[in-house]
Each structure stands twice: as structure tokens, then as C-alpha cells.
């Protein structure tokens, strides 16, 4: 009975077709590049077969510009080697270090990037230790050595890129669309919920979590060019998307922000009330007309409070005007979301010409950098580098150049993470499980086997359950280490030798570089979550201080795509980190509206007249002295000194002309105020006094 309750309890995984294909294909692909290699006479032909698997992406044209940049990041990092061997051979400290320093360097720029193209520079660092540091022993032929990686290498990209995209590819476009039609349905859904009332900590953790997506589509939409589609939307149209995307955030948090003041101010005005029910309407239905959209916008026109010397601008008065600003921006956003995202879902049947000039707008959208992290982490391989080079060295060891390659790999591999250590172990436990693997087919299959049709069978059973868990993303972390342990121990060349010593050194080798990768990471890199977020809000308040100081100029798409960026790297930290009060009182979201505001208020600033802006000034200055203490961990200036520096210039330009101007300073002057001081008695004109 027991036994029957628990095989009813246990499901057998079910088979899923995509990764079957995916897998088939990388095997494919593997045993043309390995058959073509010992046709060319490739001193090393199992470098192409690695390189299969290594290059392999279930998306298609994510796979083929990760061909391009590995073929460019081979050819550089095979340069240096070339320079750097025969330069320092004879000194081998100061080629150890050289290699290391040129590794450590790449590895640097490449953190720095966080795009695709940042694989060009991890992988010229680590490739100039896989050909430099066997090629201590043989100076003289590191140029053939050099020659032979490049040329193995392409082999197996262009094998990998063959297969991949003829036989059953997947479009980026496809992967692409359905990120755009998740945030779309969720962004609605919470522009409905938040315009009605209906928002509460669930919904803002599924915000915050979310705002990754729009980094994710970023990235995503880097492959585009490269892949298979034939209907590719204009990469233009991508990026109007992604930055009318990244802006539903923020101002869906600013209009929450402003009926929720006025629900505590007494009330939402009936007009704006039915206002909101309407638009929560609209935006529940993703067919409606751009004529609606267009309605809307005009009703918040019509709402929008006259302010003058007849009209003071009281407290309510203000938020309301705050309010029907921007949720006229939102449906703005909204609309042109929905227009954007039907055309680059259907390019060839879509027009967007009432948006060329969204369109043809080339903003450039920066991500997050952390030189500090990236300096931390390129110092952690320089040190593992050099401890296995120093080992080596000493004792002589001949297996040393391998310890010291995989010391560069695997230090490389993980630097994007904040605690790499876990991630070490995983790979080097699952390194050691494929070594019997290994020693089955070196030592009991693989003399047995004479011909390639009989070696394709042999690898088949193996590579193909691998290639399949490889395809699984929660499962790649354990299928890399088993292929490139057992592909890389098999060593396949046109002659086949099995020396059980060289075996086990090599392996032991390479296990020492994991090793000395993951004991250096611990020394110099590892860091906690907590530690890593504070990091992360403090970079954003810094930017809110230069922004706010005038010491840097930015526009509002480059503001929000690097702030929505530190908000997805900052929500998965803040969940796993130990309570903090300083973490816990932290809101991202809330810096990224306050830049807003100071940007809106600098741009408005420069038409207002002398005494205007010099109010706005000081409101600016004290709030870029607030953030660069935050920042620095110092304590600010009282809330009342800076509060009392944003009234001031809400009184002051509420004195200036009537015009577009007025308005504008005003609506970015009660944003901050809300913003910054959201429990603060309503602010008080001097005419209303």
C-alpha cells in the first residue's frame, strides 16, 4: 500500500520536445565540427565539438551573435597570446602576470558592458590563457598554436550556427513578442487596478520584480539582427517601445501617488473620479481605438485646474493638477505601447507613421555600472591566476598551464554574480561526477570503437541526454560542467591514446583551477545581498545628487531605463537580505520619480524668469545636498529645510506669468513635494493664505 501511494505520488518528468531538438541539433552540429576537424587534420578537433556546445543557444539568433562575438573575442585574445608569450617567456613571473593582467582586464570591461558584446571581452581574456599558458613550454610555435585554436574554434561556431539555423530554429522575434505581451497585460492590469483603487503590497513586490523585463527586453533585442525571421521588426521601433515601456512605471506610480493624496485631502473630485473609472476602463481593453485614448487625454485637459491670481493654488488644487498631467502622460504611454507593440509584432502589416518621430528618436538607454564590483572581480582572477602560476612555477608541475587556464575560465564565468562561490562548487562537484563518465569511454568503450559512424553511436546516448539538460535552463548549470568535463577529458583526436596518469592529473588540474578560482572569489569578491543593495541605492542617490546639482545632464529616457535597471537588480537582492532597516525603508521606485521630477523641473527651469528660477534653484540644491549625504551615509539636512525650500518655489513660480512654463514647474515642484514628503500638512499659497 505504501509503495502504491508513492509510485502514485511521483510523476515521471514529461519530454519535452523543444529541448529534445535542441539537443539533437547541438549533437549534430557537434559530430560535423568533430568530423571536419580530423578531415582538416586539426592538431586538437575536440575544440570544435566543445565549441558547439559552449556557442549553443536555444534561440536562434541569440546562438549566431554569440557565433560572432566568440569568432571576435577568439581572434583577440589569441593576438595577445601571440604578443604576450613571446615578449615575457623569458621571465615567467612577468608573464604570468602579464596574462593575468590582460585577463583580469578584459574581464573588467566586460561587467562594464552587460550586454551580449560583453562576451567579446570575457572571452578574449580567458582565450589568451587557454593558448598562452600551454605555449610556455613551445614558445616558438604559439603563432601555430594560435592559428590552430582560431581555425578549431570557428569550425565549431560555424557548425553550430549551421545546424542551429537550418534544421527547426526559434526566432528571437517570437521570444521578443512574448515579453512585450507579458509586461503589456500586466501593465494594464495594474493601470486598471491602481486608477480604481485596488493596489496593495502584493501588487507593488510584482512591480518592483517586474521592472527586470524592461533590461530583459533590452538585451533580448540586441539579437534581432541576427536572427531568422523573416518578418524582424525595425530595430528603431524596439527601442520607442522599450523606452514608452519603461516610462508606465513611474508615472503609473505618480498618479497612484496623487489620487491617493487626494482620497487623504478629502476626496477625489467627482469629474476626476468617473475620469479615472473610464480610464481604468480603457485600459482594460487592449482593442480599444487611439481615438479613445485620444478622448481621454482631452478630458484630462478639461480637468486640469486653471491656476492664476483669481485661482490660488491650494493643496488639492495642486495634486489635481499633478494628477491630470500625468495620467494624460500615461495614456499617451500607454497608446503608443499598444501601437508599438502591434507593429513589431506584425511589421508587415502595421503602420506607426503618426509616431515616426518616436521612432526615428535614438535615446541611449545606459544600464547599470559598477566599476568598483567589476575592479573587485577582475582583482580575484589576477590573484587566482597568479597562486596557480606561482604553484607551478615552484614545484614544476606539468599539468600547472592547465590549472592555471581553468583558473581563468571559471573565474570569469561567474563574476556576475554576487556570492560566485555556490555557483564554483556546483560546477566543480558536477566536473568530478563527469570523470567516471569520462574513464567509461576512454578506457572500456572508446579502444573498442574503430571508425567515426561506430564513435557517433558510442557518443550518442550520452551527449544527447546532455545536450538536452542543457537546453533546460534549470538544469544547464549541472549539463555545462558534465559536457565540457567529458568532452574535454576525452580529448577526441585522429589518434586515439588513453594514459590513465595524464587522466588524472589532467583532471586533478583542472579541479585546482576551479579551486583556486573559488578560494580567490571568497577572499577578494564574495559579497553579501544586503551589501550589494545598499550598494545599488546609494549609486542611484548619487545620480539624483549630480542630476539635481547640475553637475550632469540627462534626458528622462536615460534616467529611467539605467533607474529601472538598478530597480530589477534591486529587488531579488533586498528579498534575500537580512532585515535592515536602512533596506527595508529603501524605495527605488520612489528615487526614480523624484529624478523625474528634478529633470522635469531643470528642463522648465531655463524658461522660467530670474526670481522663478533662482527659487528653483535652491529647491534643486537641497535636494542634490539631501541625496549626496544619503549617499555618503551621512546624516541630511532636516526634512523641514528642504521642504520648505520646495515650497518657497512653488510660491515663486506660482507668481509668474500664466504659461506653459508656470505649470510645468509647478507639476514637478508638487511631485517632489509629495514624493519626498508624503505625510507633510498640504502645502499653502500666500494668496490662499
Known sequence: MTGAVAGARWKPPSLQPAYALFSLNSFVAAMLALYIGFAMGLPRPYWAMLTVYITAQPLTGALRSKALFRVLGTVLGA?????????????????????????????????????????????????????????????????????????EITLGIGCASLVHTVFFPRDVTVALNGKIAVYMADAQRWIAGALLGRHGPSEERERRRLASDVTEL????????FDTSNLRPRA??????????????????????????????????????ELAVDTAAWASDPDAPRQAALDLMARCET??????????????????????????????????????????????????????????????????RDHGLAALSALALV??????????????????????????????????????????VGFMGWTIVSM??????LFAILPAIDGFPLLVTALAPAFLVMGYFQADPRQMGRAMPLILG???????????????????????????GIGAALSSTQLFRTISAGW????????????????????????RERWTSAMLDRLGLLTPRLASAEPDEELQAANALVDLRVGLNVIDLKTVRRTLAPASGAAADAALGAIARLYALRASGRPGPSDGSVLASIDAAMREIERAPLGPARQQGLVALAGLRRTLFPAAAGFSSEAAA
Open 79 to 151: 593576438s595577445a597570446a601571440v604578443v604576450l608569450v613571446p615578449t615575457f617567456i623569458n621571465s615567467p613571473f612577468a608573464l604570468s602576470l602579464a596574462m593575468a593582467a590582460w585577463a583580469g582586464g578584459c574581464l573588467y570591461i566586460s561587467l562594464l558592458d552587460r550586454t551580449p558584446r560583453a562576451y567579446v571581452f570575457m572571452l578574449a581574456g580567458y582565450t589568451c590563457a587557454i593558448i598562452g599558458f600551454p605555449s610556455v613550454t613551445a614558445p616558438g610555435a604559439v603563432f601555430e598554436t594560435a592559428i590552430a585554436r582560431v581555425e
Open 218 to 225: 533590452q538585451v533580448l533585442s540586441t539579437h534581432l539582427p
Open 236 to 273: 528603431r521601433a524596439v527601442r520607442a517601445l522599450q523606452d514608452r515601456l519603461s516610462i508606465l512605471l513611474p508615472l503609473l506610480s505618480g498618479v497612484e501617488d496623487r489620487l491617493d493624496g487626494l482620497r487623504e485631502a478629502g476626496g477625489l473630485p467627482p469629474a476626476l473620479l
Open 303 to 368: 480637468l486640469t485646474p486653471p491656476l492664476g491670481p483669481e485661482a490660488p493654488a491650494d493643496w488639492p488644487t495642486l495634486l489635481t493638477l499633478s494628477a491630470t498631467t500625468r495620467l494624460s502622460q500615461l495614456i499617451e504611454a500607454l497608446q503608443e505601447s499598444r501601437e508599438l507593440s502591434a507593429f513589431v509584432a506584425d511589421p508587415g502589416e502595421r503602420s506607426v507613421e503618426h509616431l515616426d518621430a518616436v521612432v526615428r528618436a535614438r535615446a541611449v538607454r545606459p544600464l547599470h
Open 383 to 424: 590573484m587566482a591566476v597568479l597562486a596557480c602560476c606561482a604553484f607551478w612555477i615552484f614545484t614544476a608541475w606539468p599539468e600547472g598551464a592547465v590549472a592555471a587556464m581553468m583558473a581563468t575560465v571559471f573565474s570569469s564565468f561567474y563574476a556576475t554574480q554576487d556570492d560566485p562561490a555556490p555557483a564554483l
Open 436 to 441: 567516471p563518465i569520462a574513464a567509461l569511454y
Open 486 to 512: 567529458v568532452a574535454g577529458a576525452l580529448s577526441l583526436q585522429e589518434v586515439f591514446t588513453a594514459d590513465f596518469p595524464a587522466f588524472l592529473n589532467s583532471n586533478l588540474a583542472q579541479i585546482a
Open 532 to 555: 550589494s543593495a545598499r550598494r545599488l541605492l546609494r549609486s542611484g542617490w548619487r545620480d539624483i545628487a549630480e542630476v539635481a546639482a547640475a553637475r550632469r545632464e540627462t534626458s
